[in-house]
């Protein structure tokens, strides 16, 4: 069996175990704070004092800052959520299952922050709230996606198959996110196409995106950080019985 | 009729995939004729939910006519919904659904017959009811055409999609509310491309390129779905 396991790494086994999942992600947490205030800090000054007005819509553009991290990390959280839960199904690893729940309700506040800086940024540049567009359409199933996935996870008493019946449901759910992301390049829509792009520069001057990217990074280290806690939380109560987490509670 | 599943049938050599789908075919078709009040309700609502329209908005024929696609698709979305509920729920309480998981035989054919059965009780009269309400709502008759062939590519869709749902809640007592809180969001792009074939319809437009997507996702449903509504049944029931 030895042999077997080999082809994965240690830490992965590892994960399977709450006491040290809680204990590693309590050692890593302190630097995902400290990076994602940095981050955060950095990219917020940078955006709004320092990055130039967009040639078209003046200032009212700088709301990108806030809008294309969170609709990126929306989608990005319901990744995870499917690919810990799947991880959950397959290999039973408990710590999976509490981190695709734990994603769920930062998922629906990310796609809520996403809509809302959409609809304040497209009054002032479409000249409506909401628009029944491609892109703003299948974000709002995203956020219908999340909040299914709550509702059918806090309907089952049993966690087990709790976490099991909402792995496969945000698995189905998936299909959603190729809609997401490539609405914009399939449909003509108000919507502009994406702003970054694995294979190409940024269509922006660099004084532009750059704190985006800025931005953008310290999102996913304070997804991160929101993430760990949820995970820890949730490792406590699940194992509120076991011994390790009397004897932690105790020290305190 | 004695068709029902066992292990021994399992053993003789006559027993096949393809025998396995008609026989859970035919059981279901029987059960829902001796049941006909499941058979007439959605079908029922089908028609009451189209005839709100002209009621609560306006019984404008021109506002009628050009809002048709939209609402047949809708109220046949909604009546889809309503009967998805009942597709595991009464095996679930007599025991069978247990026996099914528990046979040797493939999963994925039996759910797949269910789920065939269920639309040629739900999806098939709803699509033979539809030009009837095309012609309630002034739907322009170049369209009728259209809305039968989307909504006869459409609705196995919305079968196979609302029995993932269905076999997620079989085992929680309420689950009616929940199923549609599941199901809507994946069924919208069913709605979309089902609502836009009936309108290129009206307006005379190439009309291949929907039914196209309609039969790109019918095919994904039908090889996907039936594998995410047997892990969702194996979920449902041992939990």
């Given at each position: 069996m030895s042999d077997k396991k080999k082809?994965?790494?240690r830490w992965f086994y590892q994960l399977a175990s709450p006491r040290w999942s809680y204990e590693i992600m309590g050692k890593l947490l302190p630097g995902f704070v400290v990076a994602a205030l940095l981050f955060l800090v950095a990219g917020t000054v940078w955006a709004l004092a320092f990055a130039p007005a967009d040639y078209q819509q003046g200032n009212s553009f700088r709301i990108i800052y806030i809008h294309v991290p969170s609709a990126i990390l929306a989608q990005s959280c319901y990744m995870l959520m499917a690919i810990a839960g799947a991880i959950g199904l397959i290999w039973k690893m408990k710590v999976a299952d509490m981190v695709a729940k734990a994603c769920a309700p930062i998922g629906v506040s990310v796609a809520i922050l996403a809509l809302a800086t959409g609809a304040i940024w497209g009054k002032p540049t479409w000249g409506s709230w909401w628009v029944w567009d491609a892109r703003l359409t299948s974000m709002l199933i995203l956020l219908f996606l999340y909040l299914g996935v709550i509702a059918l996870n806090s309907a089952i008493e049993s966690e087990t198959t709790a976490a099991r019946a909402s792995a496969v449901l945000a698995l189905v759910g998936l299909v959603n996110i190729p809609i997401i992301k490539y609405s914009v390049d399939w449909w003509n829509t108000l919507h502009q196409p994406?702003?970054?792009?694995?294979t190409e520069r940024p269509a922006m001057p660099a004084e532009m995106w750059v704190p985006l990217l800025v931005m953008v990074i310290g999102f996913y280290c304070l997804f991160s950080v929101s993430l760990m806690m949820r995970t820890r939380n949730e490792i406590l109560y699940r194992e509120r019985r076991a011994s390790w987490v009397r004897e932690l509670l105790e020290k305190r | 009729m004695d068709q029902t599943v066992t292990n021994e049938q399992s053993n003789q050599p006559e027993s096949s995939a393809q025998g396995l789908f008609w026989a859970v075919l035919k059981r279901d078709l029987m059960l829902a004729y001796r049941k006909k009040s499941d058979l007439f309700n959605p079908l029922i609502f089908f028609l009451m939910v189209a005839t709100l329209f002209p009621l609560g908005v306006s019984p404008e024929p021109d506002f009628l006519a050009e809002v048709a696609p939209g609402v047949v698709w809708v109220a046949a979305l909604l009546a889809t919904l309503l009967s998805m509920d009942s597709l595991f729920r009464s095996d679930f309480e007599d025991g069978t659904l247990e026996q099914t998981l528990l046979s040797p035989q493939p999963l994925f054919v039996i759910v797949l017959a269910k789920v065939v059965a269920h639309w040629m009780m739900s999806g098939l009269p709803l699509t033979l009811l539809a030009p009837l309400l095309g012609v309630m709502l002034f739907l322009p008759s170049e369209g009728m055409g259209g809305l039968m062939l989307s909504l006869l590519l459409g609705t196995p869709t919305l079968s196979l999609i609302g029995a993932i749902g269905a076999a997620l809640t079989v085992g929680l007592r309420k689950g009616g509310v929940l199923i549609s809180l599941l199901v809507l969001p994946l069924y919208i792009p069913v709605l979309i491309f089902g609502t836009a074939a009936v309108q290129a319809a009206v307006t005379g437009l190439p009309l291949a390129g929907f039914f196209a997507l309609l039969g790109a996702m019918l095919a994904l449903g039908m090889v996907m779905a039936p594998l995410a509504i047997g892990a969702a049944l194996r979920i449902s029931v041992s939990g």
């Open positions: 082809w994965m790494p994406a702003t970054f792009k694995l | -």
